[in-house]
């Protein structure tokens, strides 16, 4: 009778904590989240991470894949990578890794923002700060994604070409043209062809040494054109 009884007592403790546990998962905030953390951005705000992550505020602690969270997360344009841990009993931190402007690119009335891998970021009322390249066509777009175009390779050499001017002193004007296959800046009043860019610092070190020199004998008008692969040339306007 005692061994009954004992069972019977064994029995009625695990129900009881049983009962108790459901009680606590599914009607308490113990064992829910009601911190959600990261490394904040002006692109990210709380509610972003929550929609995007697919864990708010409420949700069940233990229903919460990190793995799968981060994965969600990263589908945000600006989020570039992310981490994900649960800390019990309520916590969920995120690390993000950010994506960030680069280049503004414009065709016709869009005007888009490309990190310098070429994802599209947002579209934008009016360009962010930087260089914008203008007439260079696209097909489609979406944020998040690369810029859907057909010679991706020549926005490539772009991007080199930004690179290459932000190590030197020249200050050239913010636009960027494309124009007859040829990448196409201005620099004071001299117009500078690279063709498609092939070569880039070759050529780019070729337009500098020009440009130094016309600068020193005081020159500021006319065209460089380092779009071949053959001797650069310099023309003056109407020539």
Excluded: C, W
């Excluded at 606590?24 to 692109?43: A, K, Q």
């Excluded at 602690?61 to 989020?79: G, I, Q, R, S």
């Excluded at 995120?94 to 070429?118: A, C, G, K, M, P």
């Excluded at 494309?178 to 620099?187: A, D, G, H, P, S």
């Amino acid at each position: 009778m005692k061994k009954v009884l004992k069972r019977i007592f064994v029995f009625l403790v695990l129900v009881g904590m049983i009962a108790g546990g459901v009680y606590l998962y599914f009607e308490t905030d113990l064992l829910r989240i009601s911190h959600v953390t990261f490394n904040e951005n002006e692109h990210l705000d709380l509610y972003d991470v929550q929609r995007y992550s697919g864990v708010s505020i409420g949700t069940p602690y233990f229903e919460v894949d990190p793995a799968e969270a981060a994965k969600a997360l990263m589908a945000h344009p600006y989020v570039k990578y992310a981490t994900a841990q649960k800390r019990f009993p309520n916590t969920v931190a995120f690390d993000v890794t950010y994506r960030t402007h680069f280049f503004n690119i414009r065709y016709s009335d869009i005007v888009l923002s490309l990190d310098e891998q070429l994802h599209v970021l947002e579209v934008l009322a009016s360009e962010n700060e930087g260089y914008t390249v203008e007439g260079f066509a696209f097909d489609s777009f979406s944020t998040g994604n690369l810029i859907d175009v057909d010679q991706i390779y020549i926005l490539d050499n772009i991007v080199r070409l930004i690179k290459l001017l932000e190590q030197t002193e020249i200050v050239p004007a913010d636009d960027i043209h494309f124009v007859e296959r040829n990448i196409q800046l201005t620099v004071d009043d001299i117009r500078v062809k690279f063709g498609v860019g092939e070569n880039i610092e070759e050529k780019f070190n070729a337009f500098v040494s020009i440009y130094n020199a016309l600068k020193g004998d005081g020159i500021t008008t006319g065209v460089i054109d380092v779009s071949s692969d053959g001797l650069p040339v310099y023309r003056p306007f109407g020539d």
